[in-house]
């Protein structure tokens, strides 16, 4: 892997992004010409002169941010799956498996259980991720803070999935109980649901901060994959960088959470597809995950929304269903 | 680059104390390995190679004393600086994920990496020369997840080489290997150690079962008896069926033909002799693994 050869690669997914991007604005319910797309998006001396332009505010209004959204989102999702699966050193790892999201869930679900408010979901959410990650850090202070001889991945990751299965069960508690009228917001809100309504500066913030934290320590995370001991031999602060590594996923997981619900797969299987296809270089990995999960994420919801249109899907519905067998066809048919 | 390519390799322990739980595997151990020795480390089962090796490479604390690398404690070495002078080879390695094998030796030159930690022409030379060196040249392009045990050995030990450091600690290089690659990697390794000229001269130390291969190509011999002593000295100095005996807790005895020597279990009937030879209940280390007789 070269500099040369990573640059081509984002370029490529890069492209890719804003071809899905334009695809989400233009289509739906009601089409809109590309031409139009552009003539919302950057109103220049037509714009004056349009009052009541029905289809360009849908395009800036409603598209946009959800598009947007489910770029962040997919983005987050797929950065912090390639990083849980370098910091717990297996292939199986994803942004739920630590049990951020089941924290997330299970607050969110609580507050719309008492029928609070989208923000006041969304909050919750955001608390209930930061609960679930201090608790981690505080019973799993030896494996990420204390820098133990020994191998600390398997501790590490089952205290997360003991955790998370707790929050699971609250989780089934809580949808056991619901009111009926309330239960259908839920399970949207479980499955992945991007019907935010504003542009998420919040989670593309988080995207970029996530990414310019984790991109200098690139290299040390590949040599992180070939053990402790390995890592340590050739001079990787092992242990800051085992938290900076949880806390970054975690709060890129949080974010992810708060914007979009629980969506599912993205995590697992973008970092996957992209290691099939181009190879295990962190430096890489790390943006071409984020690009692609993003693209991803935003044509799984262009599907959602208009394949029953005018009625909608929830995006983690597609996630799952189209990346099954295209990620269990690449794994049966790679080469060694 | 240069600065570290003529830097000595030089390693000293001074009175250093190693202990697991309750044991202590070696007790006031002072020592100092030059450039251009080759050390084999020996002793039985638990005696303590691995965590004296771990200790030597700074990566664990001693209970007392101290390690000292080119002069200076390796506690105030900065980690990558020290990396650029002393490498490691740990006993397993972990492939969780695909990878090629020159990707995998690339990334022992993460201490020499600067800017955004993209590798040069110079490290990409470095990691073709050290599969070279162990006949791996044409594995460069291999997933190490579809390697044998003793071909991932080989691609760990190419890995170690290619990081330059003019002093090298090995735990078990050989393990996996057949004769043919275990003499293969002790003649690179030798070559590495000391340049034809003697114009470089590195330091190597290495854990070992095998005490022929040791006697045949390790310059000096470091034996633990994994209850607090060692003895440190010229490889035939040290493993001597005598003392080898005592510290594996099995008679062993010297067999010669023409210039070449073998240590071989001895048979049965010899054994009682040899095993007079040490005083009663000296015998057997406490580690022993065998008390059969």
New interface residues.
């Given amino acids: ?3 040369r050869r990573a640059l081509a690669i984002w370029a490529v997914l890069g492209v890719l992004a804003l071809l899905v991007l334009a695809a989400s604005l233009a289509l739906g319910s009601v089409p809109v010409a590309p031409a139009r797309v552009l003539a919302a998006l950057f109103p220049t001396q037509h714009a004056t002169g349009a009052p009541a332009d029905l289809a360009g505010e849908i395009v800036r209004t409603l598209r946009l941010p959800r598009a947007l959204a489910g770029f962040c989102c997919g983005a987050l999702l797929a950065l912090a799956g390639a990083l849980l ?1 370098v910091l717990l ?3 199986l790892a994803e942004p739920y498996v630590l049990g951020v999201s089941g924290g997330a869930a299970t607050f969110a679900l609580f507050a719309m259980m008492a029928g609070c408010a989208a923000w006041l979901v969304d909050a919750s959410a955001c608390a209930g991720a930061f609960a679930s990650i201090l608790l981690v850090l505080g019973l799993a202070r030896g494996e990420l803070w204390r820098g133990e ?1 020994q191998d600390a991945s398997p501790r590490l990751l089952l205290t997360g999935a003991v955790i998370a299965a707790g929050w699971g069960a609250v989780i089934t508690l809580l949808l056991t109980v619901a009111p009926e009228g309330r239960l259908r917001g839920m399970l949207f809100w479980l499955t992945g649901d991007l019907n935010g309504g504003t542009v998420p500066w919040s989670a593309l913030a988080a995207l970029l901060l996530a990414l310019a934290a984790m ?2 320590a ?3 995370l ?2 992180l ?3 402790d ?2 890592a ?6 092992v242990t800051r960088l085992r938290l900076r590594i949880y806390l970054v996923a975690s709060l890129a997981t949080a974010a992810a959470v708060t914007t979009g619900g629980t969506i599912g797969f993205i995590g697992l299987v973008v970092p996957h597809m992209l ?1 099939l296809l181009l ?3 962190q ?1 890489m990995l790390l943006p071409a995950a984020a690009l692609a999960g993003g693209a991803a994420v935003m044509g799984a919801d262009l599907v959602a929304r208009t394949v029953i249109a005018p009625a909608q899907l929830p995006v983690g519905v597609i996630t799952a269903l189209a990346g099954v067998p295209v990620f269990l066809w690449m794994l049966l048919h790679r080469r ?1 | 680059m240069s600065e570290h390519a003529t830097s000595t390799g030089m390693l000293s322990a001074q009175r250093i104390t190693l202990r697991a739980g309750a044991r202590t595997l070696l007790a006031d151990f002072t020592h100092t390995f030059y450039p251009g020795e080759i050390w084999c480390i020996a002793g039985p089962n638990g005696a303590g190679k691995t965590t004296l090796l771990a200790t030597l490479a700074g990566l664990r604390r001693p209970a007392a004393g101290q390690v000292e690398i080119d002069g200076v404690p390796v506690a105030d070495w900065p980690p990558v600086r020290l990396a650029q002078r002393r490498a490691l080879l740990p006993q397993t390695a972990h492939d969780a994920f695909s990878a090629s094998v020159l990707d995998v030796v690339l990334l022992n030159r993460f201490p020499h990496l600067s800017g955004w930690g993209w590798e040069r022409s110079e490290d990409r030379i470095a990691a073709h020369e050290a599969l070279a060196q162990l006949g791996l040249a044409e594995f460069a392009a291999r997933d190490v997840l579809s390697l044998s045990g003793g071909e991932r050995q080989r691609v760990a030990l190419a890995a170690t080489l290619c990081q330059q450091a003019p002093l090298m600690l090995l735990d078990e290089p050989l393990t996996h290997l057949d004769l043919h690659h275990q003499i293969g990697c002790l003649e690179a390794l030798a070559a590495w150690s000391c340049e034809a000229d003697r114009s470089l001269l590195r330091t190597l130390l290495f854990s070992c079962h095998d005490l022929n291969l040791a006697r045949r190509f390790a310059t000096h011999a470091l034996l633990l008896d994994g209850a607090g002593g060692a003895y440190a000295g010229p490889v035939r100095d040290v493993l001597t069926p005598a003392r080898a005996s005592r510290a594996f807790g099995y008679p062993l005895t010297l067999i010669r033909d023409g210039d070449d020597e073998a240590l071989v279990p001895a048979l049965r009937a010899n054994s009682r002799d040899a095993s007079r030879q040490s005083p009663p209940g000296d015998g057997t280390s406490p580690n022993s693994s065998n008390s059969s007789f």
């Avoid at chain 1, 340590?232 to 602060?237: C, I, K, Q, S």
């Fill in positions: 892997m070269s500099a699966q050193r297996n292939p001889p991109m200098p690139a290299p040390q590949n040599v994959l070939r053990g001991a390995a340590r031999a050739l001079g990787v602060p290691r190879g295990n270089d430096r060694r």
